[in-house]
């Protein structure tokens, strides 16, 4: 099943770099993470989409870093945060219940996303 808020294509890709704040997290080289926000409807919202953690050093707190990042590169007139997960990523849901996020219900569309909120303190 393909699940639109967990996959993009290259091209999507590509365009997001310069459609979102991205951050990049590279170890010896590597790739091991990252993130991107954008605002999002009436510019009050900040949209955090693709928080991406290497698989052997997912568990070792660089998600939670990478999204706290990313959540401080809003601009003022952000007063809450969203993002979309797989209803079925316990792990990932449950990061984000410790970041401070609330689960709103079914995203928009196809199924197997959920949305997810917090306010911004």
Known sequence: MVIP??????????????EWTTYVAV??????????????????VWDVGRVMVAPDLQ???????????????????VTSYELRTGALS???????????YRLQGPAPGPPGAVVMTKPRR
């Open 5 to 18: 808020a967990l996959e993009e294509s290259f091209e999507a890709a590509v365009r997001g770099v310069d």
């Open 27 to 44: 170890a010896g080289g590597r790739i091991v993470g990252s993130t991107r926000g954008r605002p999002a409807g009436d510019g009050t």
């Open 59 to 77: 568990g070792r707190g660089l998600g939670r870093h990478l999204l706290a990042l990313v959540e401080d590169a809003a601009p003022d007139e």
């Open 90 to 100: 316990v792990d990932n849901i449950r990061m984000y219940k410790k970041a401070g």
